[in-house]
């Protein structure tokens, strides 16, 4: 009889049966408040309507149109209506599957389009799990360990994570910006580096959003050495932040963007988007795949596109985010072992640590699994797994910030005695 591998980790034993807008409902009924949104992909809520209703038809009319072979309605009117939401620049889209298969795209667009071979990743950020963005990975050392070698030529630069350092933003973004300035005439030539990748918040290294100042700083060396500027938009792109892309916050536009996680509510679609003149410097067939853009995905994620749109989800998400952020600020006040409390929209976490400051793992898995007992779902984060983040879906309204927060007082209070 067969089973599930030994590989697979499971942040909680919960058994779900069906979703529905921000909950979950296991085989015996219980419902669960879903404070991970699937890692930030339900953005529209489990089974919203309209994207159930625009699957649904597209599953009757057509599910696999091979775009490499033939080309598809869906496709065709996503990346028209992508337009409505992008940079203006950044009129080009190209489409995978997943997170990580859109940042080895970007990644093969950088190298082929300036002939360079090197980037510049900054410390923390995940990138995801396949080999090339396995290697721009540095999260935590289980995305790496046992599997190098990696790619060559990344060099990894400080991320401004001003807690860890215990400095003010802008002492951390001097830092940064100063360390990468020195590796650019050291340990990495300016002239051979095709791009910076960066995350606006970084997400699984600990829920850090970049100070100001810092993404502007990148913009500024990018252009001065002719370096591209990626933002890796997976899991703070569609609304997530409380902007549409989490970079609008700054006011620093990238030179190439990846988008996927809450694109399409659920169905496994990403992007890369960059201006016509970069693309046209890559070499055409060289990028896909099998399943890349797929009619269903593009269906789902264009109702996605509508939905955020009419129910008005960025704006719902910085009016959320900020109550949760302001809720798990005021539960902190109470406890010394939440050292921070940061977040960008709906991207909030809380990061545990002993008397002496150090990481904390063993309360936030407490906390966490109280979380989960108690109906509250949450993701952890961060390279020690510290940080209990919480990622609703952009429909969550306030009466159900008020209903998590409720949870999380129970959790932490629990979790801590
Ligand atoms: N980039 C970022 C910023 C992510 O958060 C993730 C997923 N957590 C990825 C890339 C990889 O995406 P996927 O798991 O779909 O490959």
């Not at 992909?41 to 597209?58: D, E, I, L, N, R």
């Not at 109906?375 to 940080?387: A, E, F, K, M």
Request: charged share 15%; net charge negative; aromatic share 8%.
């Amino acid at each position: 009889m067969a089973q599930l591998s030994p590989l697979l980790k499971q942040a909680t034993p919960v058994q779900v049966a069906r979703g529905e807008g921000v909950y979950l409902y296991d085989h015996d009924g219980r419902r669960y408040l879903d404070f991970t949104a699937g890692i930030g992909v339900t953005s529209t809520g489990h089974c919203h309507p309209k994207v159930v209703a625009a699957a649904q038809q597209q599953v009757a009319t057509l599910i696999h149109g091979q775009y490499t072979t033939v080309m598809h309605q869906p496709l065709l009117t996503l990346t028209e209506r992508l337009s409505e939401v992008l940079p203006a620049g950044l009129d080009s889209l190209f489409y995978v599957n997943s997170g990580s298969e859109a940042v080895e795209a970007a990644l093969r667009l950088s190298r082929q389009s300036t002939g360079r071979q090197n980037v510049v990743v900054f410390q923390g950020s995940f990138h995801g799990r396949t080999f090339g963005a396995a290697s721009l990975t540095t999260s935590g050392t289980k995305i790496r360990a046992g599997i190098g070698p990696l790619v060559p030529g990344v060099t990894v630069a400080p991320f401004p994570y001003a807690y860890r350092y215990g400095w003010s933003e802008k002492e951390a973004v001097d830092f940064a910006l100063r360390e990468l300035d020195y590796l650019l005439v050291t340990a990495a030539p300016a002239a051979d580096i095709a791009a910076f990748f960066v995350e606006p918040v970084l997400g699984e290294g600990g829920y850090v959003p970049a100070p100001p100042g810092f993404l502007a700083g990148l913009r500024e060396r990018a252009d001065r050495h002719g370096i591209l500027l990626v933002f890796d938009e997976v899991q703070t792109g569609f609304g997530r932040t409380g902007e549409f892309w989490g970079h609008q916050h700054f006011d620093v536009e990238p030179d190439i963007l990846i988008t996927a996680k809450g694109l399409a509510s659920g169905f496994p679609l990403s992007a890369i988007a960059a201006s016509t003149e970069l693309m046209s410097r890559g070499l055409p067939g060289s990028q896909g795949g099998t399943y890349g853009g797929n009619a269903v995905a593009c269906a789902a994620a264009v109702a996605t596109l509508d939905v955020i749109l009419e129910e008005g989800l960025v704006e719902n998400a910085a009016r959320t985010g900020e109550r949760l952020l302001a809720g798990s600020r005021r539960i902190a006040a109470d406890y010394a072992a939440v050292g921070d409390v940061r977040g960008l929209g709906l991207m909030v976490a809380s990061e545990f640590v002993n008397p002496d400051g150090s990481p904390a793992p063993e309360i936030a898995n407490r906390v966490h699994r109280t979380a989960a007992d108690l109906g509250l779902l949450l993701l952890t984060c961060g390279p020690h797994g510290n940080v209990v983040r919480m990622i609703p879906p952009l429909v969550v309204d306030e009466a159900q910030i008020d209903q998590g927060l409720e949870l999380w007082a129970k959790a932490v209070s629990s979790g801590l005695g």
